[in-house]
């Protein structure tokens, strides 16, 4: 599994952001290449997403399903794309902080099936930038950052390095995405 | 604003054409400028398979075949159909191999032979392989800044060799018995193959040599004067124009007119649906040489490429074509028309393919092979890749299916009893081992391209369901059909005589192959030579200018 995590200072405070953390449409909406989504119930929704790779472009479809509710500090959920050969989990925890709410997110994707290491190499440079784009916009949507000028600065701090400081495997490969 | 340039040769575009008519007007004394559309070097090569069709090429001993000038001639010419002057070919089979030489003894590209046949191996003269040479895998951390300006490709191919994949590894058909430590390790590593190594090694060599690249440059008309080509016109993305004075030539290499829509009515018998080109390519050499007076040849003719097109995957926006290898050649798949018959060996060469799909009906203004489907039962879904399917994925959204070939009828349109008659007819085929009515697994060509692996590589029953039928899009490697050119690549006016100091090379040219497709390569092959002419003789252009002065 190759995983990822993200850690953003918002101005919003705790209630505020939990408030947008229950509905999981309200995430979806900020995933980069967000095209659709279909809420089944409160727990589970379908994501429509367009995958971008430098100028390549694909749309996949991913069922999201909370797994656990922490009322007032975050959620637990798993992934699983219905066309394609690869499965996650993930979780959002949110605490109070001094001049607004600390916001962490972790992501994990295992690539399945015969193409599994080729498609591994392709999907860990996308993992992180979609971590990059999710927590920037999520920054945003939640009032930005508090040490920000303007809501406009909202770099998610990485808590494995990220896409600009990857471990030198994942640098290497960092062309693909172009 | 107005910015003025001067160079000796100025080429506009970077596909291997291009670049290969930049280093030898370079290595041939010319202060070269290369002009680029887009902002990424490499055109059409880049996404292409980086196969260059080269007849006597000193690389084909490396898989046993031997090949004579004779034989390649003959070959060459009946493929041409009289539609082509000879000197051209003769030219061709005379320069290709020294072209290929003089770029590995001049730049950091190296290749090696396929023992891919012809495509049309049983006429006199072809060869069952070797005439086929491709780049080796080549690392683009080499180009420094430049190897974010390196198109990438449009349909992710892993990067492993077209010889690795088929001689080696079945990747067409089973793509996960490729090395997939050896395609992730290269990945990693930044080292491409294919097309895109073939426009990394040409732009290093490029760059070496100090020849200026202008991104984001588009050409859109040539300056004339007392009836010599001077220059070329050009703008930016801002709107700027700007001029590029050429001494001694100004080569077109700048692609075919597949995506433009007018040209293409105007021109071709039969739409394209989608292009599997970069979508850049918009006649802009074309409409460039007929403002000048050249005379056109071949204009109704198509690199044909059928293709598959999943909803919503797009390259550099446009929606994405891609090949259709197994879906067409394998066993266990045939293809109908919107009567629910075939109408063509499914394994010929994708050229002869494509010009099947453009046939207009005789009973009414309708082609009589558009829609078309693939047809395929379990046994093809559960041995093979489909699209970017693989046998254990689940059935993607794209992929119509159903219980009994009527349902499947239904589903599709088109009337049930005859896609029953024409599937059982088809397995009755497969008892027997021969194809009737379309001779797919004919030829040594059909057989190369089928599953070694099946009792015949070609041919297997469509009998287990579900079913499944994917639509067949008609897409395109480029069109082949423009500007008429000579053995010096110079664009020959419409009253007949070289226009002077215009060259032209690749697909934005006549193609010297006329309708015909020789093998692996046949667009790259003519095209680099006929750069490699045109940078010679452009450089020899602006030589003569200056003696003159």
């Known amino acids: 599994m190759i995983s990822t995590e993200r850690e953003i200072l918002v101005r919003s405070d705790l209630a505020t952001v939990w408030e947008f953390v229950q509905i999981i449409g309200n995430w979806a909406n900020q995933m980069p290449g967000y095209v659709s989504h279909k809420e089944l119930d409160p727990d589970q929704s379908d994501w429509t997403l367009n995958v971008q790779m430098g100028p390549f472009s694909r749309p996949i479809v991913v069922k999201v399903q909370v797994i656990q509710w922490k009322p007032g500090r975050g959620a637990d959920f798993t992934l699983d794309a219905l066309f394609e050969p690869f499965h996650g989990e993930g979780s959002i925890s949110i605490e109070k902080a001094p001049r607004g709410t600390l916001t962490k997110m972790h992501l994990g994707v295992e690539v399945t099936g015969s193409m599994s290491k080729v498609l591994t190499v392709l999907a860990g440079p996308v993992l992180q930038r979609v971590a990059d784009e999710f927590s920037t916009n999520l920054c945003h949507v939640l009032g930005g950052s508090p040490d920000a000028i303007d809501t406009a600065s909202c770099q998610g701090e990485s808590g494995d390095g990220g896409a600009e400081h990857a471990n030198p495997v994942e640098k290497k490969a960092q062309w693909w995405r172009r | ?549």
Not at chain 2, 142 to 155: I, T
Not at chain 2, 271 to 298: H, K, Q, T
Not at chain 2, 331 to 338: E, K, L, S
Not at chain 2, 343 to 356: D, K, L
Request: charge should be negative.
């Open chain 2, 1 to 549: 604003m107005k910015s003025e340039w001067e160079a000796d040769v100025v080429i506009v575009g970077s596909g291997a054409a291009g670049l290969t008519a930049a280093i030898l007007a370079h290595d041939n004394g010319a202060r070269v400028i290369v002009l680029e559309r887009t902002s990424k070097v490499g055109g059409t090569t880049a996404v292409s398979g980086g196969g260059i069709w080269i007849p006597v090429n000193g690389h084909m001993d490396e898989h046993g075949y031997h090949d004579t000038r004779e034989e390649a001639l003959q070959y060459c010419k009946q493929l041409a159909m009289g539609r082509v002057d000879p000197a051209c070919i003769e030219t061709f089979v005379d320069t290709g191999a020294i072209m290929i030489r003089y770029l590995e003894e001049r730049t950091p590209l190296r290749f090696r032979s396929m023992t891919a046949p012809d495509y049309q191996p049983e006429l006199s003269g072809a060869k069952l392989g070797g005439r086929s040479v491709e780049p080796q895998p080549f690392d683009t951390n080499v180009l420094g800044e430049w190897q974010s300006r390196l198109r990438p490709p449009n349909a992710f191919a892993f990067p492993i060799t077209r010889q690795e994949a088929f001689g080696q590894y079945d990747a067409f058909y089973r793509p996960w018995l490729i090395p997939q430590d050896l395609a992730a390790d290269r990945m990693l590593k930044g080292i491409v193959t294919l097309g895109q190594a073939l426009a990394a090694g040409l732009l290093r060599a490029v760059l070496d040599r100090g020849i200026a690249i202008s991104l984001e440059t588009r050409a859109r008309k040539l300056a004339m004067e007392n009836e010599r080509i001077r220059g070329v016109i050009a703008t930016k993305p801002n709107g700027e124009e700007a001029v590029y004075r050429a001494r001694g030539g100004v080569v077109l290499a700048c692609a075919g007119f597949e995506w433009n829509a007018r040209l293409q009515a105007q021109f071709l018998p039969a739409p394209i649906e989608n292009p599997n080109s970069p979508p850049f390519n918009d006649g802009d050499g074309l409409l460039m040489a007929m403002e000048v007076g050249a005379d056109l040849a071949n204009m109704d003719c198509v690199w044909h490429y059928p293709s598959l097109m999943i909803p919503g995957e797009t390259y550099e926006g446009k929606p994405l074509s891609r090949a259709l290898l197994a879906e067409r050649n394998g066993p266990h798949v045939i293809w109908v028309n919107a009567a629910g018959k075939r109408f063509v060996n499914e394994a010929c060469n994708y050229n002869s393919m494509g010009r099947v799909l453009q046939e207009i009906a005789t009973d009414g203004p309708v082609f009589k092979n558009l829609p078309a489907w693939a047809i395929m039962d379990a046994q093809y879904r559960s041995k093979y890749v489909l699209g970017t399917t693989m046998p254990e994925d689940p059935d993607p959204e794209w992929l119509i299916k159903a219980d009994s070939l009527d349902e499947l009828a239904h589903r599709l349109g088109v009337p049930a009893s005859p896609l029953c008659e024409t599937v059982q007819r088809w397995n009755g085929f497969v008892k027997t081992g021969m194809d009737d009515d379309f001779g797919k697994g004919a030829s040594r060509y059909d057989r190369f391209q089928g599953d070694r692996e099946a009792t015949f590589p070609n041919l297997g029953s469509i009998e287990k369901p579900p079913f499944y039928a994917v639509s067949i899009h008609t897409g395109a490697l480029g069109t082949k059909g423009g500007p008429r050119t000579n053995n010096r690549a110079q664009v020959i006016s419409v009253r007949g005589a070289p226009i002077s100091g215009l060259y032209a090379a690749g697909n934005v040219t006549a193609s010297i192959t006329g309708p015909g497709y020789y093998g692996r390569g046949a667009t790259l092959g003519p095209g680099m030579t006929w750069g490699y002419l045109a940078g010679i003789h452009a450089a020899k252009e602006a030589q003569s200018s200056r003696t003159d002065q």
